[in-house]
Every structure is written in C-alpha cells, then in structure tokens.
C-alpha cells in the first residue's frame, strides 16, 4: 500500500472514500457541504462510541464516520484498532484510495497508530492461495492541516518491517530452513545497507558453540548464526545494543517430541529471530543515529539418528556445562551461545526475543509478553518502548531459588527442571547465567508472536511481535547515554 502525507483537505485529494473520526461530546471538524454527517450523528445513525461505522455517500466519494470514544482515552493503540475498523469497512465497500481525515490536536503518537492499523489489518498472507479477486486498497493518505509526513513516513517503514516478519513468520518451515532465513536476511541487509555475516553450522561448533549446535545436529537442514550490524553513524558514548533473535524454524521438540495436536505451530518459533532482523532492517531505513548488533540463531529442532539426547551433556561458549535433559528446551540452548557471543563482541546492553515457553502463554496469554532482566534501568527502558508501541510487555521475577533450580547434578546446569514449575522463569534464568551482570533484558513472546485477537490483526498467525518496541528501544538507549 502507498501511504502519504497530505495537507489538503480530503475532499480535494481525489480519495475514492474519506474516513472521519468523531470524538464524544464533540462536533465532527469539517462536515460535508451540506452538514450530512451531523445530521447522521443527529438521527442516531452515527455514533461517538469507540469503533461504531456509518457510511454515507457524496458526490460518489464514500464517507466513513467512526466513533473515537472520548479524546482523553485515546491514544496510539485506540488509533491502531479505529484505522483497523474503518479498513475493514473500507475493504468491503470497494475501496482504492483510502483518506484519513486526522483529529484535530491530536499527537504524533496518534497519526502513526492510524499508519499502523491501517497497514496490519491490510496484510494478508496469501503466497500458498489462488488469486481470489482481492480489491484491496491502494494508498492510504493521512490529511491534516499540518505538516505529518514524519509521523507518516516513520510508520509506513516500522509498519512495513512487521509485516515482512509476519511473512517469515508465517512462512511454512518447508520453505524457510535456516539457511533460507540467512539468505533472506543477507538480501534485505544489502537492500538498507547493513553490514551481515552468516555463520555455517560447521562454524559455529569449531568456534565452540556447542550449546547452539547440539540442538543443529538432530537436522538435514544445517543451522545459521546471522549476524547484522548496524553504526548509525553515532558516537562513541552510545551504547553498542545486541538485539539477539531465537529463529527455531521448526521446534519438533526434537526427542523429547513434542504431541501431534499443535505441532504445527512450531513454525512460529523462529518469530523472535524475524523481529531481530526486520527491527534492524528498519532502524537502518530510518537512518537512527544507534549502534546495534543483531544475532539470530536459525536451526531445526528435529529427531534423528545425529540427534541429541535426554541426559547428553553439552559445552556452550563461554565454558558452561549442560546436561541437556529435555531436547524440547532448544530455545534457551541456542539463546546461550547467542548471548555469549554478543557479550564477547562487545554487547554493552543485551535483549533477546524469543518464543521460549508455553508457561509464559500459561501465566500472561497473548496480552502481554513476559520480561525478565537483570538491571532496573534496563528493563524500565523495555517497559517504556513497550507502552508506547503498544507490544505489551510484564515484568516477572528473577530469583536466585529459580536459579537454584536449575543447578545440575552431572553437569554446571540443565536446560529443564524435572518439575513443571515456573517454567518461564526458570528458562530465564538459564539466559541470565550467560549474560551475567551485562545490563540484558529477556522478551519470552511464545504467546504474543501468533494467534492474537486484535481488531487489527485480521489476519491470524504471525504478529510480527516486537519489531516496532525493539526500534523503540534501541532509539531510547541513545537519549539514555
Ligand atoms: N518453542 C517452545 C515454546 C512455545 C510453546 C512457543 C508454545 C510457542 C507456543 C519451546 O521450545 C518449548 O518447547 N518449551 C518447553 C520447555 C520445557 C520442555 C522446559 C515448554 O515451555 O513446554
Ligand atoms: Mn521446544
Ligand atoms: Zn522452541
């Protein structure tokens, strides 16, 4: 979809339908010459309600009126849900340029939403469907009186790089092996102009990767370490920000296989590598003046003759030994290695995204993304880009107990505790034993990354889930410094 800033007024654009919004206890801002969608809102037809349509008609433009609730409750993640629902009624009545007629006085936070929720509930996955005649809508403008080709632009880039994440995300893991992953990454890197290595699965065990690589070996499918780096260019008080991806492109559960019912979903688990690579993406297009290293670790978690095994015992980067006692809890194993090379790369603050338990599903569902971390500061900066994306995120604990739990009896640790307790927090702090006291925060998004009810998200599975609070959050680390 194109998308545009305007500051002619709607009617003049030439838009084939014309999106209104009215606030309670308010009179909408530019009625039609001869005052129609007062007289709507006169009749009970229209309403003020949050997310209530009515359409009319004039000079055969379309003219969508949406209800905004009161103006003190609205904010980006109102804005995101009323673009949503004025998209979908939009769609239906056949519309090829869409023109958003924005509030009066209302914050940049505001005009974005209206870019995001337009554009998520636009996206379709439909590469594996035959052409069904789709209209879709074409351009989307956003007309204000003032000048909002910033909030404009910078929404269409952050909106654009989720919904790629979403595309790999709901991906089939056929068509998207590790290797295709860093294929895909390597391209789009050359595209903004990001520096990109890729490790080989022979790499990463010679470099000693052996907690990573243990869980390759079990696939035909050999395993990735995709590395991005992007120097916006800023100083060197900036902190260097490791961005590190859990990319599990299929998670059979390996021989601690997983049951049939849900397996499938298990092509979802390499979401928290796709926000890392399309976060990265745009903070390049955006040109952000920040320092980040992104790493994705991109393998199979499969059975085999070559797999690993209940009770094998494993050494990871920095020396650590593991006793791998479930093969199902790959993500943390992979994780390690991924935080130990970003600490040995000179990470100076870390997060990590990744589907990581079906506890954090259990405890938080798909509202809020747990947060684990080791540093206050840190993780109110996650917290904070996370209210202003909307990406919820809710801090739960670390403890030294939990990390008690995972103490091992023939190796250093384990990678999972023989009672189905705190699951979540428990696999947290199996990461924060790896990033030690570097500032690092852990974003376990197994219930976020897929299958979520918003209005905006018409299209179930991938959610594209943290590419726009990661954005978010590396901008932040800069004003910090
Ligand atoms: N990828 C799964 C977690 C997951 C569950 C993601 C549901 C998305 C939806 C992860 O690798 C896993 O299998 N975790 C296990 C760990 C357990 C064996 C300690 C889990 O949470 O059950
Ligand atoms: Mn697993
Ligand atoms: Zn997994």
Redesign the pocket.
Known sequence: MNVEATTDSPLATGADTIVVGVFEGEDVAHDLPQGELSALLASGEARRKFKRLAVTHFESKRVILVGLGARGEFGGERARIAAGVAHRQARELGASTLCWEVPHHVSNEIVEGLVHGTLLHAYRFERYKRKEDSRQVGTLLVSAHHDVSEPVRTAAILTGAQNRARDLGNTPANDLPPAALADYAEELASRVGLRHTVLEEGAIREQGMGAFAAVAQGSDQTARLIRLDYDGGADSRTPLVALIGKA?TF?S?GI?L?PAGTMH??K??MCGGAAVIEAIAALAELRAPVRVMGLIGATENLPSGHAVKPGDIVRALDGTTIEVN?T????RLVLADCVSYARREGAERMVDVA?????I?IALGSTYAGLMSNDDTWASAVEASARRTGELVWRMPLHHEYADMIKGRYAQIVN?TTKREA?ALTAGEFLHHFAGEVPWAHLDI?GTAFDVRRPYFADRGATGFGVRLLVELAISALARS
């Open positions: 599990v998670d559960g601690s997983k979903e298990m979802f688990d479930n199902d809890a790959e993500g589907t990581l338990t079906g506890g599903v999972s699951t197994a």
